[in-house]
C-alpha cells in the first residue's frame, strides 16, 4: 500500500467519525402495548425534567411499583 493510499484512508475514517459524532440516536424499547421509538438527528437530545420511570416489582405476592425521575 502506498502512502497516498494510507493518507487517503486515514482521512476517510477521521471525516466518516466526525460525521457519526454530529448524529444522535435515540432507541426505546417496546414493551406489548407499545410500539419502538427509535430515531436519528443532528439536534441535541432533550430530557424532560419532569419525566418518570415507575419499575415494577413483585414482592411476597404483592406488586410493588417503584417511581423514580429520569434524568
Excluded: F, N, W
Aim: glycine share 10%; charged share 25%; proline share 3%.
Amino acid at each position: 500500500m502506498t502512502s497516498v493510499e494510507l493518507v487517503a484512508i486515514s482521512s476517510g475514517a477521521s471525516i466518516l467519525t466526525l460525521c457519526l459524532g454530529r448524529v444522535r440516536c435515540l432507541i426505546r424499547p417496546c414493551s406489548s402495548e407499545e410500539k419502538c421509538i427509535s430515531g436519528c438527528t443532528d439536534q441535541p437530545l432533550r430530557k424532560d425534567e419532569h419525566e418518570l420511570d415507575v419499575t415494577e416489582y413483585h414482592i411476597g405476592g404483592r406488586e410493588v411499583l417503584i417511581l423514580t425521575g429520569k434524568g
